[in-house]
């Protein structure tokens, strides 16, 4: 709730603690005026005489909420509620899973008009999975029968390695599985910290100031012994391999999006190429720039991506140095117009009349929908060239097949006339 001594207070904050002193109420009924009585000195309806001390309390209140939220949302909660934890990020909304073409236009535009200075990321120190694990998960929730048969199949021979009150519980087992996959391959040094580390933070079983040493060797244990199993790990490698094509869709879309929508893009330490990190410490791990520099200098040369670490690393190049030259087509002052699609299997806009993006999302549906077939985006008039891929294209309708061929996406930069 932010208040500003000797300022009405927001809308915003006044809904918020009503809200919130309403909610306790009913569960405190004894505590009603208390809680009223705070939520108004919170607010500042109380005035600020008193030598500044009810001014004080109003900032204080305010300085505290976030880490308290912090500690109980993102640091609790998201550690116990694992539906799909590529949604359990910082600042993000588990149950809002995806969103439509229409949706992220207006958000774009919104966020050009009103926070075009703002943060653009996917990963940064404090994400709880870095963008490519998210990505490789969130694709999940469109396979859900093929994941539910994969799970199943592996919790089902996992049993054996269960201790005997049946730990770990099925929550962090399942926990277990979905991390294996964002993260595969994966070593015990890194896997067992992480799942100890998700355990104390969800403090059901053992927490940091007290923990439950025979719970932490059971879920150490069974952790050990499903990397040990040689015919799970591969069947865990050959679902990864099978749904990896998602995977690249989602990771190098999602790049671009970030770097070409309305914001001031960041690329995380390491994040150029595929990272597959979880929490800190483990996403603080020593970045190979010397491995960057050979890829980035083959790609200058001419060379095709290699693999999908390449794919991201020409993206990325391609879209920082084009914003370095053109600062303006991406600036405070510049435009975003959502390009016509005839699918919503593709998106696309328009920065400053002067770059066009198109992505492909959702993977996995457009493969059983047949691929893109007639599938259509309209480009402006003009000739445009794709940064990515070197080819030129005349504006109008065209077909999103023949645009995204070699890569699940295109940066297309009008060209002088």
């Not at 929550?171 to 994966?186: A, C, D």
């Not at 190429?273 to 979880?278: E, Y």
């Not at 991506?305 to 600062?327: C, T, W």
């Not at 303006?328 to 009349?353: K, M």
């Amino acid at each position: 709730a932010y208040v500003v001594p000797g300022e009405p207070a927001p809308e915003q904050a006044v809904d918020i603690l009503d809200d919130v002193v309403a909610t306790c109420t009913t569960r405190v009924p004894r505590l009603r005026d208390e809680l009223g009585y705070l939520r108004d000195l919170a607010l500042g309806r109380l005035g600020f005489r008193d030598s500044g001390k009810r001014a004080e309390f109003a900032v204080r209140f305010q300085q505290t909420c976030g880490p308290v939220m912090a500690k109980g949302v993102e640091d609790t909660t998201f550690y116990r509620w694992y539906r799909l934890v590529a949604l359990n990020e910082v600042g993000g909304s588990p149950e809002h899973v995806a969103v439509f073409p229409d949706e992220f236009h207006a958000w774009a535009s919104r966020q050009q008009a009103t926070r075009p200075s703002a943060m653009t990321t996917l990963s940064t120190h404090d994400t709880k999975r870095s963008e490519d694990v998210r990505a490789r998960l969130v694709t999940l929730a469109e396979a859900p029968s093929r994941w539910r048969e994969v799970v199943t199949q592996w919790s089902e021979r996992a049993v054996r390695y269960r201790a005997a009150p049946g730990w770990p519980d099925p929550e962090t087992e399942y926990l277990l599985w979905q991390t294996l996959v964002g993260t595969w391959p994966i070593s015990a040094e890194r896997l067992v910290p992480y799942m100890l580390k998700a355990v104390r933070e969800a403090k059901r079983y053992t927490t940091w100031t007290d923990p439950d040493g025979e719970y932490e060797q059971a879920l150490t244990d069974f952790t050990r012994a499903v990397l040990g199993d040689r015919q799970l790990t591969a069947s865990v490698e050959a679902f990864v391999a099978e749904t990896s094509g998602w995977a690249r869709s989602a990771s190098v879309a999602t790049k671009l999006l970030a770097l070409t929508v309305p914001g001031v893009p960041d690329v995380y330490q390491g994040c150029e190429l595929v990272d597959l990190s979880l929490v800190d410490p483990d996403n603080r791990r020593v970045v190979d720039f010397d491995d960057r520099a050979r890829r980035l200098a083959a790609l200058d040369s001419g060379a095709s991506p290699a693999d999908v670490s390449d794919e991201k690393l020409l993206v990325v190049s391609r879209v920082l140095r084009l914003r370095r030259e053109h600062p303006d087509w991406f600036g405070t002052d510049a435009t975003y117009s959502p390009l016509p699609t005839t699918t919503t299997h593709a998106l696309g806009f328009v920065r400053a009349d002067q770059v066009a993006v198109v992505v492909s999302r959702r993977p996995q549906g457009l493969a059983s929908a047949g691929g893109w077939r007639d599938s259509q985006v309209v480009l402006p008039d003009g000739r445009w060239r794709d940064l990515l891929s070197d080819a030129t294209l005349q504006g109008g309708s065209l077909a999103v097949a023949d645009l995204l061929t070699a890569l699940p996406v295109a940066l297309l930069v009008r060209e002088a006339v």
